[in-house]
C-alpha cells in the first residue's frame, strides 16, 4: 500500500489560510507504491521508463517479438553466440573468410539430395564439354572430346619420353595378304615427344616372309622389320621421335606371297607418363 505524506503540517492554534491548505495537497508527496497500487488502464507511456541496463533484470523468458528488432540495434558479439565445428554449433567463418574444417559425417543432404558414401550424386552435377560446365571422365576414365578452344596453357604440357609404361594398346590379332604396304592398326596421338612403339609380328607360313613398320600420318618413320616365324612370332619394339598431338601412330603390313598371311598383335604405344591418346583402328 502507497503512503501519503502531507505537504503542510499546523499547530492547534495556528490559524488556517487558503495557501497553507493547498500546500497541505500540492506538496505531498507518495512513497511505496507497489503493484496493486496501479491501475490496470494506467496506460503508461515507455518514455516515463528508464533504461533497464542491471544484468539479470529481464530474463529471456519475457523476450519476444525478435522479428521487429530494428537493423540499427548492433549486433551480437561473437563472444555470446555458441560457435565451433561439432554438432548444435553456429559456424563462423575462419580469417581468410573460408569454412574451417568440418566433420564430414555431420553433413546430411547438399541442394536437396542425400549425399551416397561422401559423394555428391552426378546427377547433382551440371557436366559437359562446354564453357562453364564440369568435365566427367568417359568409361574408360578418360577425357572426352572437347573443344580445343576452350583450353589455355597447353604449352605447359609435358612431351612424351620414350618408356615401358602403356599410353595405349591395340591387342588384337590384324593380317594383310596384300604385296604392298598396307594400313592396319592405327591410334592418334596425345601429345608430342619420342614414343616407344611395340608390336609382335608374325607370319603364316615359314616360307613365305612377313614385312612389318611403323607410319606417321601414312609415312614410313621406323625401321623395316622382316619375319618368317610363325605362331608366337617376335616382339618389336623401336624408339621414335618427332612424335605432335594429333599424329597417327600406324602399323603397316605386307608379305611376299599373297598366299600367306604378314600378322600383327599387341601393338602398343609406350611412354614414361601416360595420357590420353585414342585408339583409331583395333
Known amino acids: 500500500m502507497a503512503t501519503v505524506t502531507k505537504g503542510q503540517t499546523f499547530s492547534a492554534t495556528e490559524t488556517i489560510t487558503n495557501t497553507k491548505l493547498h500546500n497541505l495537497v500540492d506538496l505531498a508527496t507518495v512513497s511505496g507504491i507497489v503493484n496493486a497500487d496501479i491501475d490496470s488502464s494506467a496506460a503508461i507511456a515507455d518514455t516515463k521508463l528508464a533504461s533497464i541496463t542491471t544484468a539479470g533484470t529481464v530474463m529471456g523468458t519475457a523476450i519476444s517479438g525478435l522479428t521487429g ?17 561439432t554438432a548444435n554449433k553456429i559456424l563462423i567463418l ?34 559437359g564439354t562446354t564453357a562453364n560446365k564440369i568435365v566427367q571422365l568417359d568409361s574408360s576414365a578418360k577425357l572426352p572430346a572437347v573443344d580445343g578452344s576452350q583450353l589455355t596453357g597447353i604449352s605447359s604440357i609435358p612431351n612424351y619420353i620414350a618408356g615401358d609404361n602403356i599410353e595405349i594398346s591395340s591387342d588384337t590379332i590384324r593380317n594383310s595378304t596384300n604385296t604392298t604396304y598396307t594400313k592396319v592398326k592405327e591410334i592418334r596421338i596425345a601429345r608430342a615427344g619420342t614414343l616407344r612403339v ?35 612370332g617376335v616382339d618389336r619394339s623401336e624408339d621414335i621421335s618427332g612424335w605432335s598431338s594429333g599424329d597417327l601412330c600406324q602399323i603397316y603390313l605386307k608379305t611376299t606371297n599373297a598366299i600367306h598371311n604378314s600378322y600383327c598383335k599387341n601393338f602398343r604405344v609406350c611412354c614414361s607418363v601416360p595420357s590420353t591418346s585414342q585408339l583409331i583402328t583395333d
Open 69 to 85: 528488432v530494428p537493423g540499427g540495434a548492433g549486433k551480437i558479439p561473437v563472444a555470446n553466440i555458441d560457435t565451433g565445428t
Open 94 to 127: 575462419d580469417s581468410s573468410a573460408k569454412i574451417p574444417a568440418v566433420d564430414g559425417s555431420l553433413i546430411t543432404s547438399l541442394n536437396a539430395s542425400e549425399l551416397d558414401s561422401g559423394t555428391v550424386p552426378v546427377a547433382r552435377i551440371d557436366t
Open 198 to 232: 611395340k608390336f609382335n609380328q608374325s607370319t603364316q607360313a615359314v616360307e613365305t616372309t612377313a614385312y612389318a613398320r611403323v607410319y606417321r600420318n601414312g609415312v614410313a618413320v621406323g625401321t623395316e622389320y622382316t619375319t618368317n616365324l610363325t605362331g608366337g
